[in-house]
Nanobody, 118 residues
Framework: QVQLKESGGGLVEPGGSLRLSCEAP??????MGWYRQAPGKQRELVGT???????NYADSVKGRFTITRDIDNYMLYLHMDNLKPEDTAVYSC??????????????WGQGTRVTVSS
């Protein structure tokens, strides 16, 4: 089955930076993006990016996180700056199967853990 693969998670200090990568098996024609789930909390949509490159972010990460997409190399990235302890979570990437995000039928990765602590 179609599957994405995340990498780049780890332990960073508050105020630090980290880049997460998401490798796709094919060139997806629709939107992609990132979710995160912190311990004891519901899954949160971090942000999305369309095939045209238009991005949208959760208020909690605006100005600090940036999603980019390398279509030619089937890659998706999440650049994380000025990290805070509340950013600690497991981050997962997804690829939509049609225009308009529908998590019920999207493709997913296994997730990568990010821990922000001093």
């Amino acid at each position: 089955q179609v599957q994405l693969k995340e990498s780049g998670g780890g332990l960073v200090e508050p105020g630090g930076s980290l880049r997460l990568s998401c490798e796709a098996p094919v060139n997806f024609a629709y939107g992609m993006g990132w979710y995160r789930q912190a311990p004891g909390k519901q899954r949160e949509l971090v942000g999305t990016i369309t095939i045209e490159g238009e991005t949208n972010y959760a208020d909690s990460v605006k100005g600090r996180f940036t999603i980019t997409r390398d279509i030619d190399n089937y890659m998706l990235y999440l650049h994380m700056d000025n990290l805070k302890p509340e950013d600690t979570a497991v981050y997962s990437c997804f690829a939509d199967r049609a225009r308009g995000h529908n998590p019920e039928i999207a493709y997913w990765g296994q997730g990568t853990r990010v821990t922000v602590s001093s």
